[in-house]
């Protein structure tokens, strides 16, 4: 009697993924005058910060880019307390006018900032005095997106920004209703958080992006379950996916939402259609559907639970999805690929490349 042969999901790494915008971003800093100068500021002296500290050092020279790290507290003598000297940092380089972009969490992170376990700069003093030093950064040199103009824009769907409104006292405008991925004259594309941009290339590159569909549009039809609903990552990537036309199922410790910029249909009602197509922006909703529930009809699954214990049950998950893990701990069972037809077990390398694309 022969052994039945299960054929396992493919097992795809993100240095394919990564090396497309390695090319992307070299053939575009070739067109610079000069090279553009990064500043890394350290204030810890954790053993992974001075790891990804080292990585970036290492891909940007790789790339002919201009890394200067700068360390204060702990980073730089036994005296002084961890993260002390940040803000004093951040505005030096924000008035050096030499400096193009300023980097102080270092997204190349994949899990949550709020308790990062092995966190690259971040957390220096706790989430909210982290989140008052994110925002000291400027605009304009803000490679990882976290300024709150460019998550006001990413969830209002603003793509397309003139870069003197970021100097604005007043919330940005921009555009939202586009045919193409070009700026239109007079705008720039508005920056987007690292770590969810890169997860949303890794998509574009598996497939489940339609580039048949018009742009803005590109992942209709498809239904992704994010499991960790943080303002770092979670949240903006559900965002980022609802705004591409997607149904997205927002899992959180506590609550699942559905966020989908297509009109709800109500059951029965004579409303039940509307002449609008889809909204500017995604909206938000509640739903009763359970964990399991939302597994068994999800395309795409994307986890980012900063727990080791944390599992996604494999037998929940639909025949044929794509599952990405994006925590530092791997959030799905070994025997994932019997049930998902690609697995994407980390997403760090596509996420330094997109910190050096917004660069």
């Not at 700069?121 to 989140?131: K, W």
């Not at 009763?288 to 998950?317: F, G, H, N, Q, R």
Request: hydrophobic share 40%; proline share 6%; glycine share 6%.
């Amino acid at each position: 009697m022969s052994e039945q042969i299960v054929k396992k999901g493919l097992l795809l790494k993100a240095d394919a993924i990564a090396a497309t915008f390695h090319n992307e971003v070299k053939s575009s800093l070739q067109e610079c005058k000069r090279a553009p100068k990064l500043v890394g500021i350290l204030a810890t002296t954790s053993a992974p910060s001075k790891y990804y500290a080292e990585f970036t050092r290492r891909q940007c020279e790789e790339l002919g880019v201009e890394f200067v790290l700068k360390t204060t507290g702990a980073a730089s003598s036994p005296d002084l307390g961890e993260g002390e000297g940040v803000e004093e940092a951040i505005i030096e380089a924000n008035e050096d006018d030499s400096v193009n972009g300023i980097m102080v969490s270092l997204q190349m992170i994949e899990y949550e900032v709020e308790i990062y376990r092995a966190q690259v700069y971040f957390p220096i003093f706790g989430p909210q005095q982290d989140h008052y030093l994110q925002q000291i950064v400027s605009p304009l040199k803000d490679v990882e997106g976290l300024n709150f103009k460019f998550h006001y824009n990413l969830y209002h769907n603003i793509r397309f920004i003139k870069p003197q409104s970021l100097l604005a006292s007043v919330m940005p405008t921009g555009i939202t209703e586009v045919e193409s991925e070009e700026p239109p004259a007079g705008t720039v594309k508005s920056i987007i958080p690292c770590t969810p941009l890169a997860i949303v290339k890794c998509l574009e590159y598996v497939g489940v992006y339609n580039r048949i569909l018009p742009y803005g549009d590109r992942a209709y039809g498809k239904i992704i379950t994010v499991i960790n609903r943080s303002e770092v990552v979670g949240r903006p990537l559900a965002a980022l996916l609802a705004n591409d036309g997607a149904r997205v199922l927002s899992v959180d410790i506590d609550s699942i939402q559905e966020y989908t910029k297509r009109p709800r249909v109500v059951t029965g009602s004579d409303n039940a259609t509307s002449a609008q197509r889809y909204h500017p922006r995604h909206t938000v909703h509640p739903t009763t559907m359970t964990l399991e529930e939302c597994l068994a009809i999800s395309d795409v699954v994307i986890s980012a639970v900063p727990s080791p214990t944390y599992k996604v049950k494999t037998e929940w998950l639909k025949d044929g999805c794509v599952c990405v893990n994006v925590a530092a701990d791997k959030n799905f069972e070994k025997d994932v690929r019997d049930k998902a037809s690609i697995y994407i077990p980390a997403v760090g390398k596509v996420t330094i490349l997109m910190l050096l694309r917004n660069l």
